[in-house]
């Protein structure tokens, strides 16, 4: 299946976009997320639902979904044999029929007009990274996916002080100094997961996410890589943040994390560009 109609942003040409939205076993964080992705701004874009092992309930929900979306929905799944992220990203990476990829974690809730923004602001010298604001417990518990349809989250409101980093929310309503703290970022941002753009043939040029990584770094790793081949990270946390579902996370490993730092480490310090644990070469 193939996207849609391409969408245009303005003073540039049409983009093809894909969406891919990661998940694993959260079914409650994907609707949130998906119903995000039903009120953008813009509508011609393919989703794919890259999905690290979920259950029928995850299944059933995207099923739902995609028989009422207004765009084209893939369930790009495979089956759950511990934490492989990176293998059904890259997976999703070779499935998208877009030249433009933007990715979501699944429990990261766009804005309206967070596609537009990263299609306006698409350079073909870089990537993006967006940033997140941080619901707090109590407020990712509560909230529902009417709220987030009827806008709730990209209006001013009390629930604003149930949120971690909630300076991003104020100044996204600001733009001259948004577009000055974009550019004004301490480092060079790496690539960030759950909200992030990037072009499909750089992504394809550093064999994608490296497959030998489990949860930690990877996204890092990742980033560093895409700047190895010349492809720099710009900043766009400041006017475009998602709203981050806070959840628990039983795959998180102290042992694995201290070896993907190691890993991380060794393929900064060669300067990997291509990983030959990742998308095969074409």
Not at 99 to 119: A, K, Q, S, T, W
Not at 138 to 164: C, H, I, K, Q
Not at 215 to 220: I, L, R
Request: with cysteine; net charge positive; aromatic share 8%.
């Amino acid at each position: 299946m193939t996207a849609g109609p391409s969408p245009r942003a303005p003073g540039r040409p049409s983009i093809r976009l894909s969406v891919v939205v990661t998940t694993y076993n959260n079914p409650r964080g994907l609707e949130l997320v998906l119903a995000g992705l039903l009120r953008q701004s813009v509508q011609d874009f393919e989703l794919l639902i890259a999905d690290d092992g979920s259950g029928p309930e995850t299944s059933r929900m995207v099923a739902e979904f995609a028989g009422r979306a207004t765009f084209p929905v893939r369930h790009v799944w495979h089956p759950d044999q511990g934490f492989r992220k990176c293998a059904i990203c890259n997976k999703a990476i070779l499935e998208a029929a877009g030249e433009y990829l933007v990715f979501f974690d699944g429990d990261c809730i766009p804005g309206r007009d967070c596609l537009e923004i990263h299609l306006r602001a698409a350079r073909r010298d870089s990537y993006l990274a967006g940033g997140a604001v941080y619901l707090s417990r109590r407020l990712s518990e509560r909230l529902t996916p009417a709220e987030v349809s009827s806008g709730r989250l990209d209006r001013p409101g009390f629930w604003w002080a149930r949120v971690n980093k909630r300076r991003r929310l104020l100044v996204r309503h600001l733009p001259v100094i948004r577009d000055l703290m974009n550019r004004r970022v301490p480092r060079e941002p790496s690539w960030r997961g759950g909200n992030s753009s990037a072009w499909a043939d750089h992504m394809r040029a550093v064999g994608g996410f490296d497959e030998r990584f489990g949860y930690g770094f990877e996204d890092a790793d990742f980033g560093h890589r895409l700047q190895a081949l010349g492809v720099h990270g710009r900043s766009i946390r400041y006017s475009n943040p998602v709203m981050h579902v806070e959840h628990s996370r039983p795959y998180a490993d102290p042992l694995q994390l201290a070896r993907n730092r190691k890993l991380y480490d060794e393929n900064r310090a060669s300067r990997l560009i291509w990983t030959p644990h990742g998308i095969p070469a074409p």
